[in-house]
């Protein structure tokens, strides 16, 4: 791994160097003094409720090697000092994206950004050293702060672009300048900061705009929105991807071995056909990795000899994760987070289990805005044929409870959800858990595994 000279790093983020020795250098940027690794340089970032500065010696405590701070500190250790450690984060990504010359692919959606990203790294990397962002940081942080680690050790780079708001893509994207840019999907997520879903869907194309000189969109030919995103493409090649008959890569007959945890589905293009196997039991990480063999195909790679990378696809923690649960039971955790779309697609998950009692527990949806209520009743009705039990926490849920008959219970709070759970499961039941990260539905996952 190449070192980052602490000389450069200051130039570059248009800081003042101070202390000695001049020609120290890091292994990387931290910005969280609890997960920071020895040899690391930490950036002390200020927020609304929280200052970096505070933590600077539990950073120096776990190995600091050097620090950028917004004032002048006793230190021992050579250090930069800026006047703003948010515009010096923006300015360092920028100089270290300008000097990469690697193949950089941008991944912005609505769902399945995390888990595509993870897949793509995996194929990438049968090709040669391949960079990617670290778990889920695409938001206004966490994308610098990716770009940050950038160096020309890597063949590829994969940055996951987030929004909660409008403009974050564009401003993103403008940073990551990608030569690939790929769009999973647009729903209904994030209307609070969004407004619409025609918000949101003009929000993901933003990432087009940045498409380098040459670069190419790889977009979802099943969605509504794909003649929209193409126009925004602006003439420059497009890669299509999905179940539709006329996407250049096709995904095609998934299917889902819940006991073994497996996921199998066959791809074809060219004429070409690829039977291919991951873990997993959602069919829409069938998808997801269709769209990542869309990002290689883009990048003129052998799409049978990358295939063989899927077993080796860790897909993201509390992304329908299968366990054994109370009494013989299954428990599929899907706690991470959840909007209208990927509620759905857990539903959808629980369609294909047959012979078993499927219990669904949910948590709310959070960031709805003015369509919170409708949407949930929606969810309720989407669920009414495919699950045996629909069991929920949050008021939200109790207008749509009607439409879900005697399949639906409301639960004043998970510890009475879990009483009941351990009075009724069985080694005939399949329980999926999931709701938005911040109902906290992680809990009665937990709980339930054994």
């Known amino acids: 791994m190449n070192l980052l000279k602490l000389e450069d790093i200051a130039i570059k983020g248009e800081g003042k160097l101070l202390g ?5 250098k890091v292994k990387g940027v931290s910005i969280d003094s609890r997960t920071l690794e020895k040899g690391e340089l930490f950036l002390a970032l200020k927020g609304p409720s929280f200052d970096g500065h505070d933590f600077i010696e539990e950073a120096l405590k776990r190995g600091a090697s050097s620090f950028v701070v917004e004032k002048k500190i006793e230190s021992n250790n050579p250090y930069i000092l800026v006047k703003d450690s948010y515009k010096f984060l923006n300015l360092l990504a920028k100089s270290t994206r300008e ?12 769902n399945g950004k995390t888990s595509t990203k993870e897949i793509i790294f995996s194929l990438l990397s049968a090709e040669g050293i391949c960079h990617k962002t670290p778990g889920n940081r695409n938001n206004q942080i ?26 974050e893509i564009k401003n993103l994207s403008e940073l990551v300048r990608p030569n690939i840019a790929l769009i999973t999907n647009a729903t209904e997520s994030h209307l609070e900061g969004l407004g619409s879903i025609e918000s949101v869907v003009k ?34 090649k497009i890669v299509s991807f999905g179940f539709h008959k006329d996407s250049q890569i096709v995904l095609r007959n998934p299917t889902v ?40 195909y883009a990048l003129g790679l052998d799409l049978k000899k990358l295939s063989e990378q899927l077993s080796k696809v860790t897909l993201p923690y509390r992304r329908l994760s299968v366990h054994k649960s109370l009494r ?25 289990i047959s012979g078993r009692k499927r219990i669904f527990i949910v948590g709310e949806m959070k960031e709805l805005g003015e369509k919170e209520e409708l949407l ?15 069991l929920c926490i949050g008021e939200l849920w109790e207008g749509g409870l009607k439409h879900l008959h005697e399949k639906g219970k409301h639960f004043d709070s998970k510890l009475t959800l879990l009483d009941y759970l351990k009075e009724t499961i069985d080694s005939d039941c399949v329980i999926l858990v999931k709701g938005s990260r911040s109902t906290g539905m992680d809990f009665i996952a937990d709980k339930l595994k054994v």
């Open 142 to 167: 966490g994308v610098p702060l990716s770009l940050s680690s950038l160096n020309q050790d890597f063949l590829f780079s994969v940055i996951e672009i987030g929004t909660s708001s409008v403009g």
């Open 376 to 390: 949930h009743k929606e969810i309720c009705e989407y669920a009414y044929l495919k699950v045996d039990e629909f």
């Open 20 to 24: 000695t020795p001049l020609d120290l």
């Open 328 to 352: 013989n039971s299954i428990v599929i955790d899907d706690s991470y987070n959840a909007n209208p779309d990927s509620m759905k697609r857990s539903l959808d998950v629980m369609t294909n």
């Open 99 to 110: 000097e990469f010359k690697g193949n950089l692919v941008g991944v912005t959606g609505s």
């Open 257 to 296: 071995d819940l006991i073994q945890n497996s996921l199998i589905f066959e791809i074809s293009y060219d004429k070409e056909k690829i039977k291919c196997e991951m873990q997993g039991i959602g069919t829409h990480n069938a998808l997801n990795a269709c769209s990542a063999f869309a990002v290689a």
């Open 203 to 236: 929000e993901k194309g933003s990432i087009l705009d940045s498409l380098q000189n040459g670069g190419i969109a790889v977009l979802p030919r099943d969605s509504e929105f794909f003649n929209y995103w193409s126009k925004m493409a602006r003439g420059r």
